[in-house]
């Protein structure tokens, strides 16, 4: 499916619920002390949050983590610990980073400023840690757009993108052919029926290998 083959009404429907966002601030610099994902479900159903919690896994556990959350997140402590472990403790405000090992700030870092006054807080924390800018939801279609105002503070990008549907394949699949987005990788769901239940496969893949892919 392209973009071209849409029912118009879809097309409408989409213009209506696209937002605009601001320009880059290429003057924030990451701390020291910090690297930074930027971690992206395209569409709904896309698996942002077993994307997060695979990328935690493989952090080192002296580093502290903060997901930073575009849409706000809010929780009891032991929920938050049953969905993404033990390393992020629970939503924490920007004034409590040296208080926990990890947790959940919500902030919309589409706004530069907002991101600036992260950066600095970041700065003055004594650990080392990662930072991954997600949604905390999905990005409604608009990833580029996202990628372009964190992808000069961010060590990786991953998109994250449901391989059964095609309105998360194929988008994803048009974003790797994008020769701005080169340096973008994604994480291929695919959900596997078992005889007790289900579980979910995913792959990492490169622009190059994302652009071999078949969504005829």
Request: net charge negative; proline share 5%; aromatic share 8%.
């Amino acid at each position: 499916m392209t973009e071209n083959q849409l029912p118009v009404q879809s097309i409408e429907e989409l213009n209506k619920e696209f937002r605009s966002f601001p320009e880059p601030d290429y003057t924030l610099k990451m701390p020291r002390n910090a690297k930074a994902y930027t971690v992206i479900g395209n569409t709904k159903g896309s698996n942002e949050l077993h994307l997060i919690n695979e990328i935690i896994s493989k952090i080192p556990t002296d580093k502290k983590v903060f997901i930073v959350n575009e849409q706000p997140f809010q929780a009891t402590p032991k929920f938050i610990q049953e969905i993404y472990g033990s390393r992020i403790e629970r939503v924490v405000s920007l004034d409590e980073l040296n208080l926990v090992k990890g947790g959940i700030i919500n902030l919309d870092w589409t706004i530069p400023s907002r991101v600036k006054m992260l950066l600095m807080l970041i700065e003055t924390i004594r650990d080392d840690c990662f930072v991954l800018f997600a949604t905390g939801s999905n990005a409604n279609g608009q990833v580029k757009e996202r990628i372009n105002l964190v992808a000069h503070l961010s060590n990786k990008i991953v998109v994250s993108v449901n391989k059964q549907d095609d309105w998360s394949l194929c988008p994803a699949y048009h974003l790797a052919h994008n020769p701005d987005m080169q340096q973008v990788h994604f994480a291929l769901w695919e959900k596997i029926n078992l005889d007790d239940g289900y579980k979910y496969n995913f792959a990492i893949l490169s622009c190059d290998e994302m652009k071999k892919i078949d969504i005829s």
